[in-house]
């Protein structure tokens, strides 16, 4: 194999490229990627009829599909394809399904999430986008415009499903996979991944011959070429070395069909078995490729035997302790890698390695590290992270480990938000706490305990060391996942922040001593946003007489909504409020994505002028979302005292893009201005005075 080829090649990024582009070209650089294979193959083999609408699946049979995802992650895929292949409304309007174009790629993409989250892997969802074409009349039959109209289509709901990257894959009409490029890029600016098709003659089906294929994708800008299909792995390594000359610095991807075909009983068979695919990934590599997966005939065995071979070459190359197997269980510290380009690790809150060892005592605890950081005007940065649905928690320690190196001071963690079932907040807080040294908030709702519960569950966190809290009443359980589900909420997050007031007094909501008095950092939330505003003000005073501590913000879009805000809250407070405030930041990634947020979302309001900046901003969405957060939070620096970052669509790269833009420059450029101490303010008799 080629030294310079494997294992590592030189992709740097320049600085037009957005950073979800770097961060890929970052991940495929280190290490080569294996994607999953045959989605189609895979379904047929579990009942579903050769001739059903493999896109409409989504909708009819979501769990058949969600299955399969879960197949290939547990079969080792670094990334999985959306079942999208052919949900273009050219193809649609065939079966009556065209005005539900954005609503079908909308739910692949949220399936093959939530499979990830399932499997709790850190795997990649690639938005599927096959060649434009009439099943009746071919691919020729359209044109190249509306080749690129049907593509904006599929991909504005795949966006807004929440895709990692856009894979254009088994086109063969250049024009129009070039036509659809130029769509992607206008909507998005995640990596673009464009893969052709040849006959037996190394040829498109337009004539196009691979090293004319390879200049043409190369200028376009795509952030990977590649073949797929075709009659095998060795016609596709042949392909692959025809384009690979033409192809420049773009990396290479290789995606064959399982051999020929043939029918046998009314059933598809392939030639080329697992064993076959595994004997070829060296060969895959020495042809230059760095993502490697299977097209039709492929099955998670070939995926397995693909990522069993692909770990040990790699380990060849690499070195044996850099290769751990993709799908076998991992201790949490060794899932939690760094990621590429993060730098140094933040300083955690202060422990000491005897604290495991220190016996009870009746003394109030030491104010949590997010006390100490608002009482010396610190400005405090905290990112938000889903838990997983999930029993593995791998993944999740990976996105908690990224944040802390990116300069955050704590996570907090959400509970199961939506009423969308995730593991629960105290055991993600105390794992994070646990493996990564990292101060944890988890956000408490009182929608499913009752009195007895909260105070239980209070406790025991509490003895675990999580002690920084946000009361919430949570979402109702109709817009979740068990919608004939009910809600208990014996007390709303005003009555939440009075129990947790009264455990720091020492004593429970009935008036006994607990055995010593808690040290609870208590968090209330605030929509500044609010079409009620007085009702908003009425409503947060009351929470700051409860016993607050602390304000965390909804996502602002711009200074003027904090304005109107505080014009209405100065008559109460004067010019800052009563308790030290996180601003709540959602950094934006595309024009779809503010839309949905603006119009879909409860408690988020975009104004229109920002709006319309992401509508501008084309490919360069997530590097213009970021600039407006910062440019935002500069603005709001004397007025808050720290910002609450939620990462949309599990985007924690972007937040700690984010979190180091920050640090640099509203932090460590200056010193930080002063901010109250919540130290006697807490004191909930005190607020009542």
């Known amino acids: ?131 434009i074409s009439s099943p009746l009349h071919g691919p020729g039959h359209v044109s190249a415009k509306v080749a690129a109209e049907a593509v904006r289509q599929q991909l504005e709901g795949l966006l807004e499903g929440g895709i990692d990257l856009v894979q254009l894959e088994t086109w063969s009409d250049l024009a129009h996979l070039l036509a659809a490029v130029e769509a992607a890029r206008r909507l998005s600016d995640l990596p673009v991944v464009a893969s052709v098709t040849f006959g037996e003659d190394l040829r498109m089906a337009d004539g196009t011959e691979p090293a004319a294929a390879a200049r043409a994708l190369h200028q376009a800008g795509v952030d990977v070429i590649g073949v797929n299909c075709g009659s095998g792995p060795l016609a596709g390594i042949d392909a692959l070395g025809q384009l690979a000359p033409a192809a420049g610095d773009t990396p290479l991807q290789i995606m064959p069909n399982a051999g020929l075909s043939g029918r046998v009983g009314g059933t598809f068979v392939w030639a080329a078995d697992p064993a076959w695919f595994a004997e070829e990934v060296p060969d895959f590599l020495a042809a230059g490729a760095r993502l490697i997966g299977g097209c039709c005939g492929t ?70 590290g997010l006390a100490t950081a608002l009482s010396t005007g610190r400005f405090v940065i905290s990112v938000e992270i889903d838990p997983p649905r999930s029993v593995r ?142 009702g908003e003000i009425d409503r947060l005073a009351r929470k700051i007489d409860a016993g607050a501590h602390l304000i965390m913000t909804q996502p602002i879009y711009a200074r003027a909504q904090w304005d109107r805000f505080m014009d209405r809250a100065g008559a109460r407070w004067g010019d800052r409020l009563p308790r030290p405030v996180l601003f709540g930041v959602l ?67 972007q937040s700690a893009e984010l979190v180091r833009r920050v640090r640099a420059e509203l932090i460590e450029s200056g010193s930080a201005a002063a901010a109250m101490s919540i130290i006697g303010a807490g004191n909930p008799g005190e607020a009542r005075a």
């Open 587 to 653: 950094p934006l990634h595309t024009a779809r994505h503010a839309e949905f947020l603006h119009h879909e979302v409860p408690g988020i309001t975009i104004p229109d002028d920002v709006r319309e900046a992401m509508s501008a901003a084309g490919d360069r969405g997530t590097e213009v979302g970021l600039e407006q957060s910062l440019a935002l939070l500069k603005e709001m620096r004397p007025f808050v005292d720290g910002t609450y970052i939620m990462p949309s669509f599990g985007r924690y790269e």
């Open 1 to 131: 194999m080629p030294p310079a080829r494997y294992p590592c090649v030189s992709m740097a990024p320049t600085p037009a490229e957005s950073h979800a582009r770097r961060s890929f070209a970052e991940r495929i650089a280190a290490r080569p990627l294996l994607l999953d294979g045959a989605m189609g193959t895979l379904l047929f083999s579990r009942g579903i009829p050769q001739r059903a609408s493999l896109d409409e699946l989504v909708l009819s049979r979501p769990e058949v599909v969600g299955a399969a995802h879960r197949e290939y992650i547990a079969a080792g895929a670094d990334i999985i394809e959306t079942d999208s292949f052919s949900a273009n409304p050219v193809h649609l309007a065939q079966l009556g399904l065209a005005d539900r174009t954005a609503q079908i790629n909308r739910r692949a993409a949220q399936l093959a999430r939530e499979a990830r989250d399932v499997a709790g892997v850190d795997v990649l969802v690639a938005g599927s986008v096959g060649p």
């Open 393 to 534: 928690i791998e993944r999740t320690l990976v996105a908690a480990r990224l944040i802390r190196d990116a300069g955050a001071d704590l996570v907090n963690i959400s509970d199961s938000a939506m009423a969308r079932v995730r593991m629960g907040a105290m055991a993600v807080a105390f794992a994070v706490q646990r493996e990564l040294d990292l101060e944890s908030l988890i956000h408490f709702t009182t929608r499913d305990r009752n009195l007895m519960a909260l105070e239980s569950e209070l406790l025991g966190a509490h003895a675990l060391d999580i002690r920084d809290i946000l009361a919430l009443t949570g979402d109702p359980p109709r817009v979740g996942d068990y919608p004939g589900g009910t809600g208990i909420w014996d007390i709303d997050s005003i009555g939440l922040i009075g129990i947790l007031a009264r455990l720091n007094r020492g004593e429970d909501q009935a008036g006994r001593p607990i055995g010593a008095p808690a040290g609870f950092t208590i968090a209330c939330a605030l929509d500044p946003t609010a079409a009620d505003v007085g």
């Open 299 to 368: 099955t998670p065995e070939h995926v397995a035997a693909m990522r069993q071979a692909l770990d040990r070459q790699f380990a060849r190359h690499a070195g044996s302790d850099a290769v751990a197997g993709h799908a076998a269980p991992q201790t949490a510290g060794a899932a939690a890698g760094t990621m590429p380009g993060s730098p140094p690790s933040a300083t955690p809150r202060p422990r000491t390695a005897g604290d495991d060892k220190k016996p009870l005592t009746l003394e109030t605890p030491p104010p949590t």
